[in-house]
């Protein structure tokens, strides 16, 4: 059983990979035996997070990209071949937002959401992820086999308030899932899977003090409000997608492509009543 999750000899690359979810992903593919390569923008996380990796014994590569200037993620994707030889996953991790892009009740309507920090979000969400796929697909389109996983979010489904870019994102992100897991099917190659991890409520640097209060560090309302509407009564820890993770880049999931997996404590299946 074991080995239908092995990913031993398969090459993983990780977009967003130094962020709270894009680590714990990048640490939980190389337990799995894959060969890492965290891309994300800061050197020194980038580096931290390899030493990291190598230092548990794995094997992983760092690079510093735009996941927005495809050029930039097609020489990335030159440099894997050359140190590793293949690519077998790709995880599109990259993704985020930002306060400009956010209604703040008393600070900023939806009427005032400049369209720049819209399209900052919705690019970085979403085009990012199509981006990744056409520069690293490529590969797998040759090598007739190949993974992606992009990471949506529970905002997917249920449009969370004040996020409308970040929320319409990933709602398109589920959509490009489910088109290009036909595509690349009928196209190119059964062996080519699309899926998506849907997380939940996690706790990360950018909505921490959204969800908790940053003196006391008890819940905030609206903290209190997804607890409320999560059965498992928790917020998701980032080695909780590691499951899933491994699972949809390995064997194990060999038949299983066109799917968006929720992550998220049953917030997706409680009605609130």
């Known amino acids: 059983m074991s ?25 939980g593919l190389s337990a799995a035996g894959a060969k890492v390569v965290v891309l994300a923008r800061s050197e020194d996380k980038i580096t931290a997070l390899v030493e990291k990796i190598q230092q ?6 760092g690079i510093s990209a735009d996941v927005l200037d495809k050029s930039a993620l097609e020489s990335t994707a030159r440099r894997v071949i050359d140190e590793f030889g293949r690519i077998d ?16 009740p008393g600070q900023r309507d939806f009427f005032d959401l400049p369209p720049d920090a819209l399209k900052w979000v919705f ?15 490529q590969t797998m389109v040759q090598q007739e086999q190949g993974v992606i996983i992009n990471i949506s979010s529970m905002a997917s489904f249920r449009p969370m308030t004040r996020v409308a870019a970040y929320a319409g994102a990933k709602a398109a992100i589920n959509n ?64 909780d997608l590691i499951g899933a993770l491994v699972w949809l880049a390995s064997d194990a999931a060999c038949f299983v492509t066109g799917v968006v997996v929720p992550v998220d404590g049953g917030f997706s299946a409680y009605s609130g009543v």
């Not at 548990?56 to 590569?61: D, R």
């Not at 489910?178 to 991890?197: C, D, G, K, P, T």
């Not at 909505?207 to 209190?224: C, V």
Request: hydrophobic share 45%; aromatic share 8%; proline share 3%.
């Open 3 to 27: 080995d239908l999750f092995d990913l031993t000899g398969k090459v993983a690359v990780v977009t967003g990979g130094t962020g709270a979810l894009g680590e714990a992903m990048c640490l």
């Open 56 to 61: 548990s014994g794995g094997a992983a590569l």
């Open 89 to 104: 996953v790709l995880v599109n991790g990259a993704g985020g937002n930002k306060p400009e892009a956010t209604v703040t």
């Open 123 to 137: 690019d970085l969400n979403f085009t990012s992820a199509i981006l990744a796929s056409q520069a690293f697909g």
């Open 176 to 239: 490009l899932t489910y088109w290009l897991a036909v595509y690349m099917a009928q196209q190119h190659s059964a062996n080519i899977r699309v899926n998506a991890i849907a997380p939940g409520f996690f706790l990360g640097e950018q909505n921490r003090y959204l969800l908790l209060d940053a003196q006391t560090g008890e819940l905030t309302q609206r903290g209190r409000q997804i607890i409320d509407h999560t059965p498992m009564g928790r917020f998701g820890d980032p080695d």
